[in-house]
């Protein structure tokens, strides 16, 4: 079974710093997606950043960046110039690629709590 | 386009009461997956409906169960509520299945059970 675990249960930065979040997966697959969602206080959770497996180049929106080490399993999140509405719990996911008859549930971290101060 | 809704967004209910959950997907899209949020258990999925048939189910037991409608808009159903089914859930639509496909989040409805 696939497992995601992220250690940083609660982390806290100055404002304008750059952070990095851990992610780290357990899986036999070789098809695969990992995710990176925020989930601001009190408001709706959003997708930050998508990385299929089979693509080595890193993916990136903006400020937000990820370092997939596919072979050590690891899919860690940048932050760069950390901005106060960065603020949330962020969660790591995993989904198998679908396929027919395969079970492809998506996984999720239990979350790090980000806090951004000014 | 009007974003993922869910109502009713919070509710107490005892237990041993039933509870349902709806969830209106964002026009067009026709996945729905529902999740349950809890701070010691995080997120953890539920089923997913793609056109009205459940394609896929976590490890919850018979007591939680779902359908979906010809609109897509889908409906969770909690029977003889326990103390610790109290947790945000959470619902998600997307255009199709698939982890191509974006999920889009719904505000969650809060079910207390006391």
């Known amino acids: 079974a696939q497992t995601v675990t992220q250690s940083q249960p609660e982390m806290s930065v100055q404002e304008a710093e750059t952070v990095t979040l851990s992610c780290t997966y357990d899986?036999?697959?070789?098809?695969?997606?990992l995710f990176w969602y925020k989930q601001p206080p009190s408001r709706q959770m959003i997708l930050v950043i998508r990385?299929?497996?089979?693509?080595?180049q890193n993916a990136t929106e903006n400020r937000f960046s990820v370092n997939f080490q596919k072979a050590a399993k690891s899919f860690s999140l940048k932050i760069s110039d950390s901005q106060l509405g960065d603020t949330a719990m962020y969660f790591c996911?995993?989904?198998?690629?679908?396929?027919?008859?395969?079970?492809?549930?998506?996984?999720f971290g239990k979350g790090t709590r980000l806090h951004i101060l000014p | 386009k009007a974003g993922v809704t869910q109502t009713p967004r919070y509710l107490i209910k005892t237990r041993g009461q039933q509870v349902t959950l709806s969830c209106s997907p964002i026009?067009?899209?026709?996945?729905v997956s529902w999740y349950q949020q809890t701070p010691g258990q995080g997120l953890q999925f539920l089923f997913e409906?793609?056109?009205?048939?459940?394609?896929n189910k976590g490890n919850f037991p018979g007591r939680f169960s779902g359908r979906q409608f010809s609109n897509s808009r889908s409906e969770m159903n909690v029977s003889t509520l326990e103390l610790g089914d109290s947790a945000l859930y959470l619902c998600?639509?997307?255009?199709?299945?698939?982890?191509?496909?974006?999920?889009?989040f719904g505000p969650g409805t809060r079910l207390t059970v006391t």
């Open positions: 998600a639509s997307s255009l199709v299945a698939g982890g191509t496909n974006e999920q889009y």
């Open positions: 899986t036999s697959e070789s098809n695969y997606y």
């Open positions: 990385q299929e497996a089979y693509k080595q």
């Open positions: 996911a995993f989904m198998k690629r679908r396929t027919l008859n395969r079970d492809d549930k998506i996984i």
């Open positions: 026009s067009g899209h026709r996945s």
């Open positions: 409906y793609f056109s009205e048939t459940q394609r």
